[in-house]
C-alpha cells in the first residue's frame, strides 16, 4: 500500500494501530478512521465488540447460562474473532456472570465434536450458551450437538454471525447477528466524500457517522 500510494484503504478490521498510523504519515487516509484494534491501551473496532455483547444478550435472555465462545479452527490471520470475545467478556462482566470459555472449533463433524466434548463435560447439567464466530461454526456447532443428544435451546443455546442464507434452512433455524453492510458502505462514501471536496477545494464536507449499536442486528431463530 505504500508502494501504490492510494488516496485511502477502506479498512474491515486488519490493520493495526501501528499500520495505520504508518499509512497516516504517509498521507494515506484509512476509513473508517473511528475503526482500532486493541492496541497500548487502544478500543478495538466497536462493530465486533457490539457483536459479541448483542451474542451474550441473546443466550442470557431466558436466564444465566455457562457461556462459551466457539472461535473458528483456522491458522490463518483472524483480525475479528479477538474484538468479538472481548465484546462477549465485556458483556459478561456486566451481567456479573463468569468469563467465557474459548474453544476452536473446525468444520467437520469429528472436530467439532471433539472440541465441545470438555465444554460439554465441564457444564455438567447446567445450560450452555455457545457465542459461535460465525453461522459456519455454529452449524458444525449445531452438527456436534445432535450427535450427543443435546437439546437446542433448552440444553445449549447457540448464536452465530453474518446471517448467512444456509443458516436460514438449517433445522432448528439460526439465531445469528447480521450486519448492516449498505448503512456501513454509505459511511464509508461519505468519508471518502468529504476526502474528494477537502482535496479540491480545501473544505471538508461534514462525515456522515454511523454508531456500531445502529449496524449490529440480531436475527433471532430457534437456536435461543
Do not use: W
Not at 463468569?98 to 447439567?125: K, N, S, T, W
Request: proline letters at 6%.
Amino acid at each position: 500500500m505504500l508502494d501504490i500510494r492510494p488516496t485511502a484503504v477502506v479498512d474491515l478490521g486488519v490493520l493495526a494501530p501501528s499500520q495505520r498510523a504508518q499509512l497516516n504519515a504517509a498521507g494515506i487516509r484509512t476509513i473508517p478512521s473511528a475503526t482500532q484494534v486493541m492496541e497500548a491501551g487502544e478500543d478495538q473496532d466497536p462493530i465486533d465488540i457490539q457483536i459479541g455483547r448483542v451474542q451474550v444478550r441473546e443466550l442470557v435472555r431466558r436466564g444465566s447460562r455457562t457461556i462459551v465462545y466457539a472461535a473458528l479452527a483456522d491458522d490463518r490471520l483472524d483480525p475479528f474473532g479477538p474484538p468479538r470475545l472481548e465484546g462477549i467478556r465485556r458483556e459478561l462482566a456486566e451481567h456479573r456472570l463468569p468469563d467465557a470459555a474459548e474453544i476452536r472449533v473446525p468444520l467437520d463433524l469429528a472436530g467439532a465434536h471433539a472440541a465441545l466434548a470438555e465444554v460439554l463435560v465441564g457444564a455438567g447439567d447446567g445450560p450452555i450458551g455457545i457465542c459461535c464466530y460465525n453461522d459456519d461454526v455454529a452449524i458444525a456447532v449445531i452438527a456436534a450437538l445432535r450427535r450427543v443428544g443435546k437439546t437446542i435451546p433448552d440444553d445449549v443455546s447457540v448464536i452465530g454471525v453474518d446471517r448467512t442464507d444456509v443458516g436460514q434452512l438449517v433445522s432448528p433455524r439460526l439465531t445469528t447477528v447480521a450486519i448492516d453492510m449498505p448503512s456501513l458502505m454509505e459511511s464509508f462514501v461519505s468519508e471518502l466524500t468529504t476526502i474528494r471536496d477537502k482535496s479540491v477545494s480545501g473544505q471538508e464536507t461534514p462525515t456522515t457517522r454511523v454508531e456500531a449499536t445502529a449496524l449490529v442486528q440480531l436475527v433471532r431463530g430457534e437456536t435461543t
